[in-house]
């Protein structure tokens, strides 16, 4: 079975801090996303990867970067926290599309609040 | 612009009813489409559609596409408490990026 791994389920954070999420997946994917959740808003795309040192913007960019240094680990950051980014995050990951009909597999989210 | 629109925004339904989703899209670059089914975490994958008029079925789980159209429906027959969540329209799209509509909320009763 898939597993995507968040490290935090929950955090708190004040503004203007520096953030970091974590995700790790154990499928060997070549692509991992962050996206956030928001009420009437659904899930919407911070920024992907290809593949390892890869990245690419998503819809909603600003304020985040990332990083992908192992092909298993894709990290999310939020350089100076601000409570309109308050939301709950999920990453995923998955084969490219080429290879064949493979969805995207989901971690369970963090929920981050900032202060 | 792409996007996904699903409706209804959220269902109340007791327990044996039938129920039906709905996804419209416009997307370019279309490759697929994607029902996941969101409880309390992470969102889990139901069905991925990529050809029209082929009915996808799991157990009481249901889905059909229409590229022509563009739309596909969720159907859930006899419906249980545990059929209670957010159901998930998303579009993939030929850079392998997921496009989602904003979610069905579906709450069944006893």
């Known amino acids: 079975d898939v597993k995507v791994t968040q490290s935090s389920r929950y955090l708190v954070k004040r503004t203007g801090e520096k953030v970091f999420l974590e995700c790790v997946q154990d499928?060997?994917?070549?692509?991992m996303f962050w996206y956030r959740q928001d009420p009437g808003l659904g899930l919407r795309l911070i920024y992907f990867?290809?593949?390892?040192?890869?990245?690419e913007k998503g819809d909603i960019p600003e304020g985040y970067s990332v990083s992908r240094e192992k092909k298993e680990r894709f990290s999310l950051i939020l350089e100076s926290a601000s409570t309109n980014q308050t939301s709950m995050y999920l990453c995923?990951?998955?084969?490219?599309?080429?290879?064949?009909?493979?969805?995207?597999?989901f971690g369970d989210g963090t929920r981050l609040s900032i202060l | 612009e792409d996007k996904v629109v699903q409706s209804p925004l959220s269902l109340v339904v007791h327990e044996g009813d039938t129920v039906t989703l709905n996804c419209s899209y416009e997307?370019?670059?279309?490759?697929?489409l994607l029902w996941y089914k969101q409880e309390k975490k992470a969102p889990t994958f139901l069905f991925m559609l990529?050809?029209?008029?082929i009915e996808k079925k799991s157990g009481r789980l249901s889905s059909i596409l229409d590229k022509k159209e563009l739309f596909s429906i969720l159907n859930i027959t006899a419906t249980q408490t545990g059929d209670s969540a957010v159901y998930l329209c998303?579009?993939?799209?030929?850079?392998?990026?997921?496009?989602f509509g904003t979610g069905t909320r579906l709450q069944v009763f006893p």
């Open positions: 990867s290809y593949d390892v040192k890869m990245k």
């Open positions: 998303a579009v993939e799209t030929n850079t392998d990026k997921l496009i």
């Open positions: 997307v370019t670059n279309f490759r697929s």
């Open positions: 995923a990951s998955s084969f490219p599309g080429r290879g064949g009909n493979q969805p995207q597999h």
């Open positions: 499928m060997d994917h070549e692509n």
């Open positions: 990529t050809s029209s008029g």
